[in-house]
């Protein structure tokens, strides 16, 4: 049924409870598992007024959530080891929903399985949410795992 699940990571709790429901439908369906981690640009004008970092700064930013995220995708894929599933790992740069639904197309994957905080009210909607974001617009079933 699924030849290809894609599990987006950002080394959170809630991402961590999917993974471990990614692996275990993976194993259900022999299927290859993908572990995507997307670097997410900051735009300054909303969190400060004060002057544009230099070049080497956003270098060394961009350095850090990449290797953080190698760091994320390398932990799936060791969790994953310990049943012999294959894992391609991916990292990503841009907005994390719409480079998730872009890997789901380019890689062909068939399902989708992504952490949720939970949010609920105000909290929901003024934070957003990349899991409610990628399951209204995904054209590929998504199952989200609730931080436990």
Same mark, same amino acid.
């Given at each position: 049924? =699924?030849?290809? $699940?894609?599990?987006?990571? %950002? ?8 993974? @471990?429901?990614? $692996?275990?439908? #993976?194993?259900?369906? /022999?299927?290859? !598992?993908?572990? !995507? =981690? ?5 735009? !300054? ?13 956003? +270098? /060394?930013?961009? /350095? +850090?959530?990449?290797?953080?995220? +190698?760091? #994320? ?8 080891? @310990? =049943? %012999? !599933?294959?894992?391609? @790992?991916?990292?990503? *740069? ?8 872009? =890997?789901?197309?380019?890689? /062909? $994957? ?6 949720? *905080?939970?949010?609920?009210?105000? %909290? ?8 409610? &974001?990628?399951?209204? &617009? ?11």
């Amino acid at each position: 049924m =699924y030849d290809r $699940i894609l599990v987006p990571t %950002d080394g959170s709790e809630p991402a961590a409870a999917a993974i @471990e429901e990614g $692996i275990e439908l #993976a194993r259900q369906q /022999d299927a290859e !598992l993908h572990a !995507l =981690y997307v670097v997410e640009p900051i735009p !300054l004008g909303r969190f400060s007024a004060g002057p544009k970092p230099a070049s080497a700064e956003w +270098e /060394d930013v961009v /350095d +850090e959530q990449r290797s953080e995220g +190698e760091e #994320a995708t390398a932990d799936v894929a060791e969790r994953a080891a @310990e =049943y %012999d !599933l294959e894992v391609v @790992e991916a990292i990503e *740069h841009g907005s994390p929903h719409a480079q998730i639904l872009s =890997y789901v197309d380019e890689a /062909d $994957i068939d399902a989708v399985v992504m952490g949720t *905080h939970g949010r609920s009210g105000a %909290d929901r909607l003024v934070l957003g949410s990349v899991t409610e &974001k990628v399951v209204r &617009k995904s054209e590929v079933p998504v199952l989200t795992v609730r931080e436990t």
